[in-house]
């Protein structure tokens, strides 16, 4: 008996074509794919290489039975919890100075800029070159104006990260009023107007208009300031060497220094103890962005 199957039977139903990459998505894979290789190059690799390397227990044995380790991390505190805090606290005053719609003050915020937009190798190696205690030109005009020998400013270890903490303010100070001042430019002038009107001092148009307003920002800066500022090793190890006696090491220049000592597990592994530091402040600024 002959079985006849019509045209609209499911049987005969043509089978899905496979889907085809579209002109745009096929420019879109060939322009992606230089920057995968360098993101793979450049990121994965070293990344992973890194981690392999830290992988052995006997590394970080080694590191914590290292006091250097142990300053350098307390160290790193004392930068993130003072050098950060201070700097944000100074960048958000002074963002209120330079909003202001002056001439003068326009002018001055050129020269406030220029720390931050000259390179940073050859800044902080002259302010090096400034404190040096025999020649320097700091210890010059001490000795011109009081006839007294100055310090040496970089041969005591509290006295040279606090010189190195206040060159990273100094360094990265006009970003961050720059990123502050947007916020305030943000705020709508209609508050301030109605403030003035029922006779708001300063400090209550900041209390209760300017900080609200400015909360979310100020806070997110500081995070990735902190997260930033961890990588960082430009501000210790140009200025003072991670010395005297290697006391003013933070935790990314700890890491030059067993390199520059042929200990590479040690490296990656003082490189891996800063993770507890960089994960949470990641995990809060992200939280915080995706409101």
Same mark, same amino acid.
């Given at each position: 008996?002959?079985?006849t199957l019509s045209a609209s039977d499911p049987a005969l139903a043509?089978? @899905?074509?496979?889907a085809r990459l579209t002109p745009p998505q096929v420019w879109g ?10 993101? *793979? ?11 392999? *390397? ?21 160290? &790193?505190? #004392? ?6 805090? *201070? ?26 800029i220029l720390p931050w937009a000259v390179p940073s190798i050859p +800044? #902080? /190696? ?22 007294? %020998? ?15 903490? =206040? ?16 916020? !305030? ?13 029922? =006779? ?28 930033? +500022?961890?990588? %960082?090793?430009?501000?210790? $190890?140009?200025? +003072?060497?991670?010395?005297?006696? %290697? ?5 990314? &220049?700890?890491?030059?220094? $067993?390199? !520059? ?15 507890? /530091?960089?994960? @949470? ?11």
């Open positions: 008996m002959a079985i043509e089978a @899905p074509r496979p894979i060939v322009m992606l794919a230089p920057y995968l290789l360098v993101f *793979l190059a450049f990121v994965v690799y070293p990344v992973g290489y890194g981690l392999w *390397l830290a992988r052995d227990p006997a590394s970080y044995v080694a590191l914590f039975n290292d006091p250097i380790f142990a300053r350098a991390a307390v160290n &790193t505190l #004392i930068f993130l919890l003072i050098g950060i805090n *201070l700097k944000m606290l100074i960048a958000l005053f002074l963002s209120g100075f330079f909003v202001q719609q002056r001439g003068w003050i326009k002018w001055l915020s050129v020269i406030f +800044t #902080i /190696l002259s302010v090096r070159f400034m404190l040096n205690p025999e020649w320097g030109v700091v210890n010059q005009l001490i000795f011109k104006f009081t006839g007294e %020998d100055g310090p040496n400013w970089l041969n005591n270890p509290s006295v040279a990260l606090g010189m190195a903490i =206040g060159m990273h303010i100094w360094k990265s100070l006009p970003f961050w009023t720059l990123i502050l001042m947007t916020g !305030r430019l943000a705020i709508s002038q209609d508050l301030f107007e109605a403030a003035e009107v029922d =006779g708001a001092t300063w400090m209550q148009k900041f209390r209760y208009i300017t900080w609200p307003s400015m909360q979310t920002l100020y806070i997110t800066c500081t995070l990735l300031s902190m997260i930033w +500022t961890l990588g %960082d090793f430009n501000s210790v $190890y140009l200025l +003072t060497g991670g010395g005297p006696a %290697d006391l003013t090491h933070v935790l990314s &220049t700890l890491g030059i220094r $067993y390199l !520059r000592l042929d200990q590479l597990s040690l490296a990656m592994a003082s490189i891996v103890c800063a993770m507890p /530091l960089v994960l @949470p402040l990641v995990y809060f600024m992200m939280k915080r962005l995706s409101r």
